[in-house]
């Protein structure tokens, strides 16, 4: 879909515009389901799990059930359903066991959310406590209790997942090309090193929420805080066993998602409530705790790298092994696993690769989808291996990087071969190296360091990733002429707040050739009468829908061509528009108006031709393959967006505690199509990713409860924690198949800022970490080459302050 | 209990529970849904709203507390059809992506230039540091301050490599 | 949302004693609300009544004479405090204390009092109060009571305060104004957070007081010590007095190191 337009050509793309739905957010105008109240709505409440594992013995509801104003009470043992993304395994509410703090076990639905929330209170449950396994490395063990014993009868999603019964491996998944052993015989160095991170919360703004009707008809209406509508229904449908065109999904506004809403989560249990209650709506929100733990997370990741390096410092081999923490449930977590299994090398030529990438169940919240799939835990371990090689064999690391980085010719590690076209990462890693002037300190960053007795540090780290996403992933845009000349244009992509509504508005104005004034992309979605898309993930949207946007504008234009010709007795080729008008090209005063043709165009006596103007436009991606189950080989990536970020940090080498002085990040976006959009993505994932180095992660005692399931000890960045200054690149190498060349941006700015800032405090202090996040106790024990503390599984979580737990 | 209160300079009277929150009694109850619950907790600053005259998280004020008092919300910041000074920044600049925190940024805001009309960056991010912003990163959101406040005279941009 | 109690706002301090003495621990008092309805909500507290301080005659604002020194009441804010051009001149530590309290909109309602009578152990007023010897009024329907802040706290989330009393009065003395201090908290983000670990530090004339919160059962007092002492005497003489322990937002080990780091340099801040 690349338009070869010159860029003094566009009047849109690539141009400042405003956010179109900015108003009504600036006004409180703007609707989210958190704001909506239904005729006859009734509340919802949940009753948690207090343990980690345990039997259920014996649930005892009659309380909850006399209490004036219940309308219904629900319990796992009447509800014979089940949910899974990739693989089948988890019950609407627990049925006989609990496998994480926090698992629903029973809800009720009332006339107010106080009487809920008594009868949830008055539900008495008697559970046998069973010990949990908490850590992914244990749960791999061969006497590891088992998370899911009945792995072997659950429905899974075959063409692409591998679980293993009689263990906790949810999926293997495996990836081989070349001779590894043969690598490592002629490697002058081999270096092995292992990275862990902790389980991370998403922290959308607006909690998981939703408002359910299952009408007595079995005609049902969802209303969802959620990302992908289409898959919503298409999830519960299977659940259900319901035709997908009884179910209509609408989506409103929606208070951020970063992941976390990309599935279906909460829908099902709240429908349920609503069946039961006779079809009044019931609507559930998530309380910020509940967002924690009754909701999921980030899956945490144990990263063991060997590398085999040649004497010039090339990669001759590199053997990887992950062990990703599913949490209880399989979710996403066997499909991030497998996205990250293909990319794990990160933009880097590896003649031989062997990867083995394990999805492990343990009794913990479950991990799903979170910005970046994958990509910001691995390459956490990945750029800061990158460092500690180049560290190892005596060279510097940006000149490492540079010398493996993956060049046009390369195949990657599925195969796949890379092309000019591709992208440029060296460019995105040169000019970050360039911003913060790596490799040397400055005179003024010199006297700094003397004023302070602060240390100076610059590090920088590489990114990519492609769209996970099956090989056949669809969309389809459609755009209706109004009467007045203005479009509505209609996809199933939700706005989560990334931006596309008005990147999608500038693309069609531009093939249009409207004023964007003319065009409107709706906000709120629904599966009635919304096209399909797959869903609203994966930094696909901008490429898959742009083009379905391109293809609805020229089949809009099309149409409206056909009919002018009719109108003005001429043949189509002879024809041109404007914003207003389809005339002759070369009689330009003969033409015909939108106004007139948008409804079908009506000749002087009253007869007419054309109907209303419609464009569709459909895409599915292209040239894509399933990957082989045992080599890993095949044609995964949509596009590749690559990148880079630099930071320079100051640290006390006495206490370990830091600050970023400057970030400067690049990315090879193909096409920018809204600056401000673009530079909106790059610093709000700058600082998620920030936020993920310096200090978000769950802690779990002993037992499994969740110590830290609010703000009070899961912080989360604010505007004093910014680095003080910030640098955003952008290289535009096109993407051939991208909307004017464009390719996804939207979670990649998260990908490698932990790892360019650890990059950073070794430069500075010395210290080797190996952890993630960054705490500044961390790097106090790293400077003194004390034991690292791992007290994310902590053996004294009692604190004199503790973060009130609510269940 | 009954409470009289002026919310956005009209008067309201009506039955409230002294459990009630000052957030969801204008939520649930008189519709301004504008004003967010992001934490419950104080600790995030979506339901920034202003009370007798400064800001406060509304989760942690009881609609019982406002008997006799005044509350001014996001609802309130259009005046005679015309966008607030503060409000056009943030339009201008993309100071805000998913727009759930964006009402009680835009009330803290408020009561940052009342109090200081030409805030340093640093001023800014002190000022704003009790709102969570999930999606922005806060830097498009300080240059719309910094453009409301008449102290930008270049917007933020996208360098090319 | 917070379960059901009943809302009363007494006018006078006699309505407000005799309805402490008829509901006792039955009642929470509030002020600000930030601990108080925050903690209703989590169910830690479950009172049957709340009562109103903000609509009692005479106990907002703050106050400064020569006899009582600057008086806090039991709805001064936080903000109140950071706002008073005397306590900015005179009382440097206080405001620094106040400034590292949770965000602007949450000092809009936090009151001095409300810190400490919430007895937390990582309290940010309470350093500032201990190191200037400030003194706390407690009433209640039988009288008056007067004590020292280093009396007052007997344990986490734990005062002297008996059920059908309320802390009143918090007096710091004129004599503690141009006292040199400062503060300094670790946190794990720049922005507002709780304390890992908190040091005060004040020095009048020949003396030297320092206080540590988040690093004991209660915040912490070491008082009168030579102004002139060896920075190392005065780590060990703050070691000895504190007992940090490991949890969920720091190990012991890392608190000690912390608290000994920010005594050797307030020292050499308020020396200089």
Same mark, same amino acid.
């Given at each position: 879909?690349?338009?070869?337009?010159?860029?003094?050509?566009?009047?849109?793309?690539?141009?400042?515009?405003?956010?179109?739905?900015?108003?009504?957010?600036?006004?409180?105008?703007?609707?989210?389901?958190?704001?909506?109240?239904?005729?006859?709505?009734?509340?919802?409440?949940?009753?948690?799990?207090?343990?980690?594992?345990?039997?259920?013995?014996?649930?005892?509801?009659?309380?909850?059930?006399?209490?004036?104003?219940?309308?219904?009470?629900?319990?796992?043992?009447?509800?014979?359903?089940?949910?899974?993304?990739?693989?089948?395994?988890?019950?609407?509410?627990?049925?006989?066991?609990?496998?994480?703090?926090?698992?629903?076990?029973?809800?009720?639905?009332?006339?107010?959310?106080?009487?809920?929330?008594?009868?949830?209170?008055?539900?008495?449950?008697?559970?046998?406590?069973?010990?949990?396994?908490?850590?992914?490395?244990?749960?791999?063990?061969?006497?590891?209790?088992?998370?899911?014993?009945?792995?072997?009868?659950?429905?899974?999603?075959?063409?692409?997942?591998?679980?293993?019964?009689?263990?906790?491996?949810?999926?293997?998944?495996?990836?081989?090309?070349?001779?590894?052993?043969?690598?490592?015989?002629?490697?002058?160095?081999?270096?092995?090193?292992?990275?862990?991170?902790?389980?991370?919360?998403?922290?959308?703004?607006?909690?998981?929420?939703?408002?359910?009707?299952?009408?007595?008809?079995?005609?049902?209406?969802?209303?969802?805080?959620?990302?992908?509508?289409?898959?919503?229904?298409?999830?519960?449908?299977?659940?259900?066993?319901?035709?997908?065109?009884?179910?209509?999904?609408?989506?409103?506004?929606?208070?951020?998602?970063?992941?976390?809403?990309?599935?279906?989560?909460?829908?099902?249990?709240?429908?349920?409530?609503?069946?039961?209650?006779?079809?009044?709506?019931?609507?559930?929100?998530?309380?910020?705790?509940?967002?924690?733990?009754?909701?999921?997370?980030?899956?945490?990741?144990?990263?063991?790298?060997?590398?085999?390096?040649?004497?010039?410092?090339?990669?001759?081999?590199?053997?990887?092994?992950?062990?990703?923490?599913?949490?209880?449930?399989?979710?996403?977590?066997?499909?991030?696993?497998?996205?990250?299994?293909?990319?794990?090398?990160?933009?880097?030529?590896?003649?031989?690769?062997?990867?083995?990438?394990?999805?492990?169940?343990?009794?913990?919240?479950?991990?799903?989808?979170?910005?970046?799939?994958?990509?910001?835990?691995?390459?956490?371990?990945?750029?800061?291996?990158?460092?500690?090689?180049?560290?190892?064999?005596?060279?510097?690391?940006?000149?490492?990087?540079?010398?493996?980085?993956?060049?046009?010719?390369?195949?990657?590690?599925?195969?796949?071969?890379?092309?000019?076209?591709?992208?440029?990462?060296?460019?995105?890693?040169?000019?970050?190296?360039?911003?913060?002037?790596?490799?040397?300190?400055?005179?003024?960053?010199?006297?700094?360091?003397?004023?302070?007795?602060?240390?100076?540090?610059?590090?920088?780290?590489?990114?990519?990733?492609?769209?996970?996403?099956?090989?056949?992933?669809?969309?389809?845009?459609?755009?209706?002429?109004?009467?007045?000349?203005?479009?509505?244009?209609?996809?199933?992509?939700?706005?989560?707040?990334?931006?596309?509504?008005?990147?999608?508005?500038?693309?069609?104005?531009?093939?249009?050739?409207?004023?964007?004034?003319?065009?409107?992309?709706?906000?709120?979605?629904?599966?009635?009468?919304?096209?399909?898309?797959?869903?609203?993930?994966?930094?696909?949207?901008?490429?898959?829908?742009?083009?379905?946007?391109?293809?609805?504008?020229?089949?809009?234009?099309?149409?409206?061509?056909?009919?002018?010709?009719?109108?003005?007795?001429?043949?189509?080729?002879?024809?041109?528009?404007?914003?207003?008008?389809?005339?002759?090209?070369?009689?330009?005063?003969?033409?015909?108006?939108?106004?007139?043709?948008?409804?079908?165009?009506?000749?002087?006596?009253?007869?007419?031709?054309?109907?209303?103007?419609?464009?569709?436009?459909?895409?599915?991606?292209?040239?894509?393959?399933?990957?082989?189950?045992?080599?890993?080989?095949?044609?995964?990536?949509?596009?590749?967006?690559?990148?880079?970020?630099?930071?320079?940090?100051?640290?006390?080498?006495?206490?370990?505690?830091?600050?970023?002085?400057?970030?400067?990040?690049?990315?090879?976006?193909?096409?920018?199509?809204?600056?401000?959009?673009?530079?909106?993505?790059?610093?709000?994932?700058?600082?998620?990713?920030?936020?993920?180095?310096?200090?978000?992660?769950?802690?779990?005692?002993?037992?499994?409860?969740?110590?830290?399931?609010?703000?009070?000890?899961?912080?989360?960045?604010?505007?004093?924690?910014?680095?003080?200054?910030?640098?955003?690149?952008?290289?535009?190498?096109?993407?051939?198949?991208?909307?004017?060349?464009?390719?996804?941006?939207?979670?990649?700015?998260?990908?490698?800022?932990?790892?360019?800032?650890?990059?950073?405090?070794?430069?500075?202090?010395?210290?080797?970490?190996?952890?993630?996040?960054?705490?500044?106790?961390?790097?106090?024990?790293?400077?003194?080459?004390?034991?690292?503390?791992?007290?994310?599984?902590?053996?004294?979580?009692?604190?004199?302050?503790?973060?009130?737990?609510?269940? | 209990?009954?409470?009289?209160?002026?919310?956005?300079?009209?008067?309201?009277?009506?039955?409230?529970?002294?459990?009630?929150?000052?957030?969801?009694?204008?939520?649930?109850?008189?519709?301004?849904?504008?004003?967010?619950?992001?934490?419950?907790?104080?600790?995030?600053?979506?339901?920034?709203?202003?009370?007798?005259?400064?800001?406060?998280?509304?989760?942690?004020?009881?609609?019982?507390?406002?008997?006799?008092?005044?509350?001014?919300?996001?609802?309130?910041?259009?005046?005679?059809?015309?966008?607030?000074?503060?409000?056009?920044?943030?339009?201008?600049?993309?100071?805000?992506?998913?727009?759930?925190?964006?009402?009680?940024?835009?009330?803290?805001?408020?009561?940052?230039?009342?109090?200081?009309?030409?805030?340093?960056?640093?001023?800014?991010?002190?000022?704003?540091?009790?709102?969570?912003?999930?999606?922005?990163?806060?830097?498009?959101?300080?240059?719309?301050?910094?453009?409301?406040?008449?102290?930008?005279?270049?917007?933020?941009?996208?360098?090319?490599? | 949302?917070?379960?059901?109690?009943?809302?009363?706002?007494?006018?006078?301090?006699?309505?407000?004693?005799?309805?402490?003495?008829?509901?006792?621990?039955?009642?929470?008092?509030?002020?600000?609300?930030?601990?108080?309805?925050?903690?209703?909500?989590?169910?830690?507290?479950?009172?049957?009544?709340?009562?109103?301080?903000?609509?009692?005659?005479?106990?907002?604002?703050?106050?400064?004479?020569?006899?009582?020194?600057?008086?806090?009441?039991?709805?001064?804010?936080?903000?109140?405090?950071?706002?008073?051009?005397?306590?900015?001149?005179?009382?440097?530590?206080?405001?620094?204390?106040?400034?590292?309290?949770?965000?602007?909109?949450?000092?809009?309602?936090?009151?001095?009092?409300?810190?400490?009578?919430?007895?937390?152990?990582?309290?940010?007023?309470?350093?500032?109060?201990?190191?200037?010897?400030?003194?706390?009024?407690?009433?209640?329907?039988?009288?008056?009571?007067?004590?020292?802040?280093?009396?007052?706290?007997?344990?986490?989330?734990?005062?002297?305060?008996?059920?059908?009393?309320?802390?009143?009065?918090?007096?710091?003395?004129?004599?503690?104004?141009?006292?040199?201090?400062?503060?300094?908290?670790?946190?794990?983000? =720049? %922005?507002? +957070?709780? /304390? !890992?670990?908190?040091? @005060?530090?004040?020095?009048?004339?020949? &003396?030297?007081?320092?206080?540590? #919160?988040?690093?004991?059962?209660?915040?912490?007092?070491? =008082? %009168?010590? +030579?102004? /002139? !002492?060896?920075?190392? @005497?005065?780590?060990?003489?703050?070691? &000895?007095?504190?007992?940090?322990? #490991?949890?969920?937002?720091?190990?012991?080990?890392?608190?000690?190191?912390?608290?000994?780091?920010?005594?050797?340099?307030?020292?050499?801040?308020?020396?200089?």
């Amino acid at each position: 879909m690349l338009e070869k337009l010159k860029a003094e050509e566009l009047r849109y793309v690539g141009k400042e515009a405003r956010r179109s739905e900015a108003r009504d957010k600036l006004t409180g105008s703007a609707t989210y389901v958190s704001d909506m109240i239904l005729p006859g709505m009734l509340w919802a409440q949940v009753k948690k799990s207090p343990h980690a594992r345990a039997k259920i013995v014996k649930i005892d509801t009659s309380k909850a059930e006399a209490l004036y104003g219940v309308r219904a009470v629900l319990t796992g043992a009447e509800l014979n359903y089940r949910l899974g993304l990739y693989v089948v395994d988890k019950d609407i509410l627990a049925k006989t066991e609990v496998r994480h703090y926090g698992e629903a076990v029973a809800a009720v639905a009332a006339d107010t959310l106080a009487i809920a929330k008594k009868a949830v209170d008055l539900i008495e449950v008697e559970y046998e406590v069973l010990k949990p396994v908490l850590n992914h490395m244990d749960a791999m063990k061969a006497e590891a209790p088992l998370v899911h014993p009945d792995l072997g009868s659950y429905d899974f999603m075959k063409a692409a997942f591998t679980p293993q019964p009689g263990t906790n491996v949810a999926n293997l998944t495996k990836l081989r090309k070349g001779d590894v052993e043969a690598g490592f015989a002629e490697a002058q160095w081999i270096v092995e090193r292992e990275y862990t991170n902790p389980s991370v919360q998403h922290v959308p703004m607006e909690t998981h929420v939703a408002i359910v009707e299952w009408k007595p008809s079995d005609d049902i209406v969802i209303h969802t805080s959620a990302q992908s509508p289409f898959t919503v229904r298409n999830l519960f449908c299977y659940t259900f066993k319901l035709p997908l065109n009884k179910v209509r999904v609408l989506i409103p506004h929606v208070g951020g998602g970063f992941g976390g809403k990309a599935g279906i989560h909460i829908e099902p249990l709240v429908a349920c409530l609503s069946r039961k209650a006779g079809g009044r709506p019931v609507k559930f929100q998530a309380t910020r705790e509940e967002e924690f733990s009754l909701l999921p997370c980030r899956s945490a990741l144990t990263y063991r790298i060997k590398t085999g390096v040649s004497a010039e410092g090339k990669i001759l081999a590199q053997k990887m092994e992950m062990f990703w923490d599913a949490g209880a449930y399989a979710d996403y977590a066997v499909n991030v696993t497998r996205a990250s299994g293909y990319s794990a090398a990160g933009p880097y030529h590896i003649p031989a690769a062997w990867i083995d990438a394990y999805t492990v169940y343990t009794n913990k919240p479950y991990g799903t989808a979170y910005r970046g799939f994958g990509h910001v835990e691995f390459f956490w371990g990945l750029e800061r291996h990158m460092e500690l090689v180049a560290q190892a064999i005596g060279m510097d690391s940006l000149e490492f990087r540079r010398k493996n980085l993956l060049v046009p010719g390369n195949l990657t590690l599925t195969g796949e071969e890379i092309f000019e076209s591709s992208g440029n990462p060296r460019k995105c890693l040169d000019a970050v190296a360039k911003s913060i002037g790596y490799g040397s300190l400055t005179t003024e960053e010199k006297a700094r360091e003397k004023r302070t007795g602060r240390k100076i540090g610059k590090g920088v780290a590489t990114l990519h990733k492609a769209p996970a996403m099956p090989p056949f992933t669809a969309t389809a845009a459609i755009i209706k002429m109004n009467s007045d000349g203005t479009v509505n244009v209609n996809i199933g992509l939700t706005e989560i707040g990334q931006g596309s509504t008005i990147a999608f508005e500038q693309i069609v104005a531009e093939r249009l050739k409207f004023r964007l004034d003319q065009v409107k992309v709706t906000i709120e979605k629904d599966t009635d009468r919304d096209p399909y898309d797959w869903q609203t993930v994966a930094s696909k949207g901008l490429l898959l829908t742009g083009n379905a946007c391109i293809l609805a504008a020229d089949d809009l234009l099309a149409h409206a061509y056909e009919t002018s010709a009719q109108a003005l007795h001429c043949q189509v080729v002879d024809l041109d528009h404007d914003d207003k008008r389809v005339f002759l090209k070369h009689h330009p005063n003969h033409g015909v108006t939108f106004t007139s043709l948008a409804l079908g165009y009506a000749f002087p006596d009253g007869n007419a031709i054309g109907g209303p103007l419609i464009g569709v436009g459909r895409y599915v991606a292209q040239g894509l393959t399933n990957l082989d189950k045992e080599t890993g080989q095949g044609n995964p990536a949509l596009d590749w967006t690559f990148g880079a970020h630099g930071i320079v940090v100051e640290v006390d080498p006495a206490t370990g505690e830091f600050h970023v002085l400057k970030i400067s990040s690049a990315f090879d976006v193909g096409k920018v199509i809204n600056p401000e959009s673009v530079r909106g993505q790059c610093i709000g994932g700058m600082l998620q990713g920030l936020g993920t180095a310096l200090c978000e992660g769950y802690i779990y005692d002993e037992a499994g409860h969740l110590l830290n399931p609010s703000f009070t000890d899961n912080k989360i960045l604010t505007s004093r924690d910014l680095p003080d200054e910030i640098e955003c690149i952008v290289v535009e190498t096109p993407q051939l198949d991208g909307p004017f060349g464009a390719r996804g941006v939207g979670e990649h700015p998260m990908i490698s800022v932990a790892p360019a800032l650890g990059n950073a405090i070794q430069h500075a202090v010395e210290a080797e970490l190996t952890h993630m996040p960054i705490r500044a106790e961390d790097v106090w024990r790293g400077i003194r080459k004390h034991e690292p503390v791992d007290n994310w599984i902590t053996k004294t979580p009692t604190g004199s302050c503790k973060s009130n737990v609510l269940l | 209990m009954k409470i009289q209160l002026t919310v956005n300079g009209s008067r309201y009277e009506k039955d409230v529970e002294e459990n009630r929150t000052l957030l969801r009694f204008l939520r649930e109850d008189l519709g301004f849904t504008g004003t967010k619950e992001g934490c419950g907790a104080g600790e995030c600053g979506a339901c920034t709203v202003f009370f007798n005259g400064k800001t406060v998280n509304a989760c942690m004020v009881l609609a019982v507390e406002a008997d006799g008092g005044s509350v001014e919300t996001i609802e309130g910041e259009v005046k005679d059809g015309k966008f607030s000074v503060i409000q056009e920044a943030f339009d201008r600049n993309h100071g805000l992506q998913c727009g759930f925190c964006t009402a009680g940024m835009i009330l803290s805001v408020k009561e940052l230039l009342h109090r200081n009309p030409k805030p340093t960056e640093d001023q800014i991010k002190d000022g704003l540091e009790g709102n969570f912003c999930r999606c922005t990163g806060y830097t498009q959101i300080i240059e719309s301050v910094l453009d409301a406040s008449g102290q930008l005279p270049k917007k933020g941009e996208l360098h090319h490599a | 949302m917070l379960q059901s109690f009943r809302y009363m706002a007494p006018r006078t301090r006699p309505e407000l004693l005799d309805l402490l003495a008829e509901y006792g621990s039955r009642a929470k008092l509030l002020a600000g609300g930030t601990d108080l309805l925050v903690t209703i909500r989590a169910g830690v507290h479950k009172p049957e009544v709340v009562i109103d301080l903000k609509k009692v005659e005479g106990f907002s604002g703050l106050s400064w004479s020569q006899t009582d020194g600057l008086v806090f009441r039991p709805t001064t804010t936080i903000n109140e405090v950071l706002q008073d051009a005397r306590v900015r001149k005179d009382y440097p530590l206080l405001a620094a204390c106040a400034h590292d309290l949770a965000s602007y909109q949450v000092r809009n309602r936090a009151t001095v009092i409300g810190n400490v009578v919430n007895a937390s152990p990582c309290s940010d007023m309470a350093p500032a109060l201990l190191c200037l010897g400030a003194t706390a009024v407690l009433s209640s329907k039988s009288g008056e009571r007067r004590v020292l802040f280093q009396d007052f706290f007997i344990g986490v989330k734990r005062t002297i305060l008996r059920p059908e009393e309320f802390l009143e009065r918090i007096e710091i003395p004129a004599a503690s104004a141009g006292v040199k201090g400062d503060y300094r908290k670790l946190k794990r983000i =720049q %922005g507002h +957070d709780l /304390g !890992i670990v908190g040091v @005060a530090v004040a020095l009048k004339g020949g &003396k030297l007081n320092i206080a540590v #919160s988040s690093a004991a059962p209660t915040p912490v007092l070491v =008082q %009168g010590l +030579d102004a /002139g !002492i060896a920075v190392e @005497a005065a780590v060990e003489a703050v070691a &000895k007095a504190t007992s940090p322990i #490991s949890d969920v937002r720091c190990t012991k080990e890392y608190r000690e190191f912390m608290i000994g780091t920010y005594v050797r340099r307030l020292l050499q801040e308020v020396r200089a």
